[in-house]
């Protein structure tokens, strides 16, 4: 199996876990939201990456995204175990953003930050006793946001741009998440954010090949 043969795989399942999800939320919503990621980790796995500190720290934020996917689909809905799970694979997502760049460029703070803040001041009054966690979350992702953007300054390749790109896609799937739990019910919002999460974790996992080089992309 080849990465593309990977991807469309991983794009089925996906759009499969999106259509269970309404349709049948305690059948195959079940089989197919975990095993879309499972693909998506089988990305740097088949792609041939060496080890480093970034894959292994990118393979170790993928390993407890999965587990956050598992604790959200206990029936007990243990939402601040997933939560916790997330916030790991964030930590580690930022971390290794972190160690492969240069020097941090710090002006993509004001915005993320100031954008942030707004979101947080609009959902905390829905959020109740998730107020302090939830605003910890919203923190952590914003600074791997940030890291992942800071790299991309830095670098300037086409692993970096994937990585900043899937990093501000799976910002988005989580504030869609937080606007349906916290704000306003909307029925497009597991869609959405399913749809984004996805696509975020896997350009992550697509920024550690060397697709250029590996003759994925041929012509870019």
Partial sequence: MNI?????????????????????????????????????????V????SFTPLTGLILAGLL???????FLMLPSDPFLAGLVAFLIAHLCYGA??????????????LPLFSLVGVIGWLLKGGMGKMKTPGMIYMGVITIMVW??????INGGELDH????????????????????????????????????????????????IDLEGGGLLPGF
């Fill in 161 to 208: 741009l994937l990585a900043f790109c899937g990093a501000v896609s799976f910002m988005l799937s989580d504030l869609l998440l937080a606007v349906n739990r916290f704000k306003v019910s909307f029925k497009a919002a597991r869609g959405l954010n399913l749809a984004a999460y996805y696509a975020g974790q896997c350009l992550i996992a697509l920024s550690l």
């Fill in 96 to 109: 290794g953003f972190l160690i492969d760049q240069g020097e941090v460029v710090f002006w993509p703070t």
């Fill in 4 to 44: 593309w043969q990977l991807s469309m795989g991983i794009f089925v399942s996906g759009t499969l876990a999106i259509w269970f999800g309404y349709r049948q939320p305690e059948g195959g919503f079940y089989l197919f939201k975990p095993l879309t990621l499972l693909l998506i980790i089988l990305i740097p």
């Fill in 147 to 152: 890291l992942s953007w800071s790299r991309w």
């Fill in 46 to 49: 088949l792609g041939g990456v």
């Fill in 64 to 70: 407890f995204s999965l587990l956050g996917d598992i």
